[in-house]
């Protein structure tokens, strides 16, 4: 046992810290692509570039919650 840490207990601290980071990750990619790319709002380009941009947020949050799912489902 390493540094007195419960297996268990590092597990559940280990599914933590990656539904955090992941959550994280998809937040900060996300805010980047809408705010500093311009793809949140339709301003002076084609409305069809915010159209996908929202339709891939979508698909990738379904993903992102199919994710935590499979990680706080798991018993590893």
Same mark, same amino acid.
């Given at each position: 046992m390493?540094?007195g840490?419960?297996?268990?207990?590092?597990?559940?601290f280990? &599914?933590?810290?990656?539904?955090?980071?992941m959550g994280?990750?998809? @937040?900060?990619?996300?805010v980047?692509?809408?705010?500093y790319?311009?793809?949140?709002?339709a301003?002076?380009?084609?409305?069809?570039?915010?159209?996908?941009?929202?339709?891939? @947020?979508?698909?990738?949050l379904?993903?992102?919650?199919?994710?935590?799912?499979?990680?706080?489902?798991?018993? &590893?």
């Amino acid at each position: 046992m390493e540094g007195g840490w419960d297996p268990e207990i590092r597990k559940y601290f280990l &599914k933590i810290l990656n539904s955090i980071s992941m959550g994280l990750l998809w @937040l900060m990619a996300m805010v980047t692509a809408g705010l500093y790319f311009e793809l949140a709002y339709a301003g002076g380009k084609p409305i069809i570039y915010t159209v996908l941009f929202y339709v891939f @947020l979508a698909g990738t949050l379904i993903l992102l919650i199919r994710y935590y799912y499979r990680v706080w489902k798991s018993k &590893k």
